[in-house]
């Protein structure tokens, strides 16, 4: 088959979008991600949380992703009663980055107030639905929500996955004594490796990826650490990437905007993993 003809057969079932778009669809579920790094025990780059979704999830089975998840109503709450807007996304992506990381591996990020001995206790309120709200304000505490560094926004809009509009931040990992542990609901594995060392593992067949991780890897493996990743960030816009498809080279290549701070902008069609 041509591969003019292939793209048409694309666009006419709607697998995903032939431009770039400015706004998300109306059905895109809010989500936050969050990209934790840490120093290495080595003298190599910095070392990143990675976690692997459980077999058994509808979007990204089996893969390797950030921790995150869904924007919660709570969420927003949350963000009014640390000076956001009422219904500031913003400020809601940034506590559901911190909440789902919490009930995801156990680790407090931007949660100076926890102890790790009580970190396992607030998890498991979490994880039983009791509202992050409701926690802070019985313990009193405040996030540290300026903490987080926003450095990209994602809402691919492939038919055969389901349609998240994704905030993502990066953050310093905190200290931690405490052995980290996935929720088992939702995922299988959780380790420790730098962006390089994933794409690596990924090459190999070690590990699955999905397109818009692995386009944020290869942006994280541009520098060594958190400090140096911070003032990448501050170099470009957030704005919202929705890959689309183009033909390059003769084949179909699902492609990003080129000034965005991604030194790989596109891959050939037939290798993407969507979702």
Same mark, same amino acid.
């Given at each position: ?26 059905? @895109? ?9 840490? $120093? ?6 910095? =070392? ?25 109503? +709570?969420?927003?709450?949350?963000? @009014? ?22 009930? =995801?591996?156990?680790? @407090? ?8 001995? =009580? ?14 709200? +409701? ?10 929500? +300026? ?19 994704? $905030? ?10 405490? =052995? ?23 090459? $190999? ?19 060594? +650490?958190? @400090? ?44 993407? $993993?969507?979702?």
């Amino acid at each position: 088959m041509r591969r003019t003809a292939v793209i048409d057969i694309l666009m006419t079932d709607n697998n995903v979008q032939t431009h770039a778009s400015r706004t998300p669809p109306a059905s @895109a579920i809010p989500a936050a991600t969050l990209v934790i790094m840490r $120093r290495s025990d080595s003298e190599g780059p910095d =070392e990143i949380l990675m976690v692997k979704r459980s077999n058994t999830m509808a979007f990204a089975a089996g893969a390797v992703v950030f921790p995150g998840g869904r924007i919660d109503p +709570d969420d927003y709450l949350v963000a @009014a009663q640390h000076g956001f807007a009422e219904g500031d996304v913003e400020g809601a992506a940034r506590v559901a980055a911190l909440r789902e990381t919490l009930e =995801e591996t156990g680790l @407090a990020v931007g949660w100076p107030t926890l102890a790790d001995t =009580e970190a396992d206790e607030v998890r498991r309120a979490l994880l039983a639905e009791e509202r992050l709200s +409701d926690i802070l304000s019985a313990r009193g505490d405040q996030l540290a929500l +300026d903490a987080l560094v926003p450095f990209a926004r994602w809402c691919p809009n492939f038919k055969e996955a389901r349609t998240f509009d994704t $905030r993502f931040f990066a953050v310093e990992a905190p200290p931690h004594g405490h =052995e980290l542990t996935v929720e088992a609901a939702e995922h299988s594995h959780i380790f420790w490796a730098s962006a390089r060392a994933t794409l690596m593992m990924a090459d $190999r067949g070690e590990v699955s990826i999905i397109f818009p991780t692995r386009r944020n890897l290869e942006r994280l493996a541009q520098v060594n +650490d958190f @400090a140096s990743f911070s003032f990448h960030a501050a170099d470009y816009p957030v704005e919202l990437v929705t890959p689309w498809i183009e033909e390059r080279g003769g084949e179909p290549h699902l492609c990003i905007p080129g000034h965005l701070g991604y030194p790989v902008t596109s891959e050939p069609f037939e290798r993407v $993993r969507r979702g």
